[in-house]
């Protein structure tokens, strides 16, 4: 078919198609609609397929041709650096791929209209973007560049793809380095650059303080607290009285402390603790800031708004302000103070025998950290001991049952990955002078253990009321990324064993278990953590796979977290009678959107402490440019070799990096082979690396193979 007839068999058809009265159908009915004879139908699949192609006819999966916002989905786009991008929607197990000249100009968290295009099985569809039905990026924080006669700036969210064009006269005065804040007014379209106005210099990108700052505003987070908040705070007292104490359990006589790290001002969780006949009497102590914090008040609704405090490198966003968080509501030495408590009996195997929440009152003997409880259980340190001779029988306890309470959740399949998060070290002008990874000690997971053991207690107690309430699901992982995860351990020689395609956290345990200590752990149990689902916060009891636990909820820190406060107040309404007909119909009608928005702004603050995690590293490591250090390989893709270092620290070696072969990438094995001398870069594997440059605007460290590095040798050599 000439292209002159097939552009205008493609003007017939689309006025067919274009018509009101016309409704979705099949080629064959098509045909017989225009009445095409069956010898000519070849020519109109031809036809149909371009404008399928062009994205001017939409076809449904049963084969029915339409305009394309008949067979429309709606979800949320994830732009990509490269141009292209993804669509969640709702009910898709996989994300809809969109290639860069179909994304329709839409950016980077945009709400879409989208079409379907291919699907092909066991790979993910792809598709376009028929209409932006949303744009999210009013407001984007990036670099500014001056031109003679404008500027543009660009986005620090490298997945908006896109640089803002500033005209001249709309830029504030800002010069070549400036972080700014833009006003988009025009998003654009596939070929035309989104516009915006520069509403707020934050200062030159070398100014002390401005990385974090751009983070915070680029992530929208909270940087103070409304004047009608720290107003209401004036009715807040600085200690409790006898009034508070009114009609709750006293527990001040038990002797309680607070463990925590050496630098935390909120201390929102006390532990007392017996033994008596073999069984242990736990009590977690949680203070009870729903007292100070009431429903629709205006620090409530703040507090819902923040969704959780946030702990950036170099400073804490909280979800409350100071005078609740490090005053009345902090569990401080030697103060009255108001406490939700679940008191737990538990048998020497780690079963719970009874309990009983209550609302309390405590206080608390001694304020300890990690690092002196660890001395005590672990090292035996003398001189620590002495000092805190009056509690050593009771940490001693604390580590008796926490033992016992890890094993029972072990043997019935908890996961536990161990990896050691970073703690970076910054000086006074916040210049980041070390970093090094952040280990578990006993004190640590004897703490750990208690609040686990208290959240699954208090859900497990609030679904059988059959009371409304938020819980924290972790659902089970997709049965195709287990699958992947299968294949990939096979190379090591390790199973895993699935029933109808799912699989048990028994499982998952049982590879952790077998991995430890080989060259491989490291890298199995990252791959097999980002095999899994997302936890979340839902009205639904569903469990949580990754603890293989039937009921868990947040219960332990309404410091920080809207849903332990949250269910706090459930809980306390319950104990006092309260929870009539129409109040659990209250909750029930603001607990699913309670739960929404904690769960997104879980998820904000995650991403936002990721990005000043990797701010920071990039700092640190582009004063060692030239500097060599060993690693392990801790990602292979067909562009290169991601290393870790032993301080947490990640880079890249590109493969144009690898001289002297051509590398081919092995997706199954997840390995780079050269052609030529067959050595393999894989996962886990030891390397040593020198450090070759950084990149503060992508945050990213790039790596290339040491002076001294003998690849033959050292990356192996195929079997």
């Known amino acids: 078919m000439t292209e002159e007839l097939l552009n205008e068999r493609k003007k017939t058809l689309m006025a067919v198609i274009n018509d009101k009265t016309y409704v979705p159908m099949k080629l064959k009915e098509l045909a017989m609609l225009l009445n095409i004879p069956k010898t000519q139908r070849n020519d109109l699949k031809e036809v149909m397929d371009a404008l399928v192609a062009e994205g001017k006819v939409g076809i ?103 640089d803002i064009f500033i005209p001249q006269g709309k830029d504030m005065g800002a010069v070549t380095g400036h972080k700014v804040v833009v006003k988009v007014t025009d998003f654009g379209g596939e070929n035309k650059k989104p516009e915006g106005i ?145 008191i737990m009996e538990i048998d020497a195997q780690g079963h719970l025998l009874g309990h009983e929440i209550a609302e309390t009152v405590i206080n608390v003997d001694r304020r300890m950290t990690y690092t002196a409880v660890n001395a005590v259980v672990t090292d035996r340190d003398e001189s620590v001991m002495a000092e805190y001779r009056d509690f050593v029988d009771m940490f001693d306890l604390m580590k008796e049952l926490a033992d016992i309470l890890r094993a029972q959740r072990k043997k019935r399949g908890s996961i536990d990955f161990d990896f050691p998060e970073s703690k970076i070290i910054l000086d006074e002008k916040g210049k980041p002078v070390d970093i090094r990874p952040y280990e578990r000690n006993a004190a640590t997971k004897i703490i750990e253990d208690f609040m686990l053991m208290a959240n699954e207690t208090v859900a497990e107690d609030y679904f059988w009321q059959e009371i409304p309430f938020v819980y924290r699901t972790h659902d089970n992982p997709d049965p195709e990324k287990m699958k992947r995860l299968g294949t990939f351990i096979n190379n090591f020689g390790y199973a895993i064993r699935t029933q109808q395609g799912e699989v048990h956290p028994k499982e998952l345990q049982k590879l952790l278990n077998k991995i430890e200590g080989t060259p491989e752990e490291a890298l199995i149990s990252r791959l097999t953590l980002r095999s899994m689902r997302q936890a979340k916060y839902t009205t639904v009891c569903t469990g949580h796979f990754g603890l293989a ?153 790039d790596f290339c193979l040491a002076k001294d590095f003998d690849a033959e040798s050292e990356a192996g050599q195929e079997d």
Not at 665 to 692: A, C, H, N, P, W
């Open 60 to 162: 449904s999966k049963k084969g029915k041709y339409g305009k394309p916002e008949t067979f429309s989905m709606t979800g949320m786009f994830c732009g990509h650096p490269k141009g292209f991008g993804f669509v969640t929607v709702e009910g898709l197990e996989q994300d809809v791929f969109i290639p860069g000249e179909k994304t329709g100009g839409a950016l980077h968290g945009d709400k879409v209209q989208i079409v379907v295009e291919s699907e092909s099985r066991g790979k993910r569809a792809e598709g376009s973007v028929i209409r932006v039905l949303e744009h999210a990026n009013e407001r984007v924080i990036g670099y500014y560049q001056k031109n003679k006669s404008f500027g543009f700036v660009i986005p620090d969210n490298q997945k908006i793809g896109k």
């Open 198 to 342: 520069v509403t707020e210099i934050i200062g030159h990108v070398n100014d002390p303080g401005t990385d974090i700052i751009s983070i915070i505003k680029a992530y929208g987070l909270p940087e103070e607290f409304p004047a009608e908040v720290m107003k209401s705070l004036e009715r807040i007292p600085d200690e409790i009285d006898g009034k508070d104490m009114a009609g709750r359990l006293d527990l001040r006589k038990l002797k309680t402390v607070t463990i925590d790290g050496e630098d935390a001002k909120d201390l929102d969780d006390a532990i007392t603790i017996e033994k008596k006949d073999g069984v242990y009497t736990l009590g977690v102590h949680i203070a009870d800031v729903s007292h100070y914090v009431t429903e629709k008040s205006p620090l409530d609704e703040e507090a819902l708004k923040r969704g959780a405090s946030v702990y950036l490198v170099d400073r804490v966003i909280p979800m409350l302000p100071h005078k609740l968080s490090n005053g009345i509501c902090s569990l401080n030495e030697g103060t009255d103070r108001l406490a939700l408590s679940c």
């Open 549 to 701: 636990a039937k009921y868990y909820t947040h219960f332990t820190s309404p410091i920080r977290r809207y849903p332990d406060l949250q269910i706090h107040r459930i809980i306390k309404e319950n104990l006092r009678g309260g929870l009539g007909e129409k109040r659990i119909a209250h909750y029930d009608r603001i607990l699913p959107g309670v739960t929404v928005a904690c769960s997104a702004m879980e998820r904000r603050a995650d991403e936002a402490e990721r990005e000043t995690d990797k701010l920071k590293k990039c700092e640190y490591m582009s004063k060692r440019i030239g500097e060599e250090f060993d690693g392990v390989i801790s990602g292979v893709t067909n562009w290169g070799l991601y290393v870790e270092l032993p301080n947490t620290v990640e880079g890249l070696i590109h493969v144009n990096e690898l001289h002297g072969d051509y590398y081919v990438f092995d997706e199954e094995r997840m390995e780079l082979t050269g052609e030529l001398s067959r050595t393999t870069y894989k996962l886990g594997q030891k390397i040593r690396v020198q450090v070759s440059g950084t990149d503060k605007l992508s945050r990213t460290i």
